[in-house]
C-alpha cells in the first residue's frame, strides 16, 4: 500500500481505528470479522507472505 506523505498522518489514524474494530474470533460467529490461523499450510503461507514483505522493506509490528 501506498500512501502520499501529506494524507499519511490521517490515513494512518484513520486505518488503527479501523483495525481496533476488527472482531477475531470462532468464523462460525456471525459477529466475528476475521477467524484464527488454523491450519499448518495457513500459517505456513502466512509466515511466507510476512517474510517476503519485509524482505521487500516493510515493517511488521508485534
Known amino acids: ?13 484513520r486505518l488503527v481505528a479501523r483495525a481496533q474494530q476488527i472482531r477475531i474470533g470462532d468464523p462460525s460467529y456471525p459477529t466475528t470479522d476475521i477467524g484464527l490461523i488454523s491450519t499448518a499450510p495457513q500459517f505456513t503461507r502466512v509466515a511466507e507472505i ?3 514483505a519485509v524482505a521487500d522493506g516493510a515493517r511488521v509490528s508485534p
Open 50 to 52: 510476512l517474510s517476503s
Open 1 to 13: 500500500m501506498l500512501v502520499h506523505r501529506d494524507v499519511y498522518p490521517e490515513f494512518a489514524e
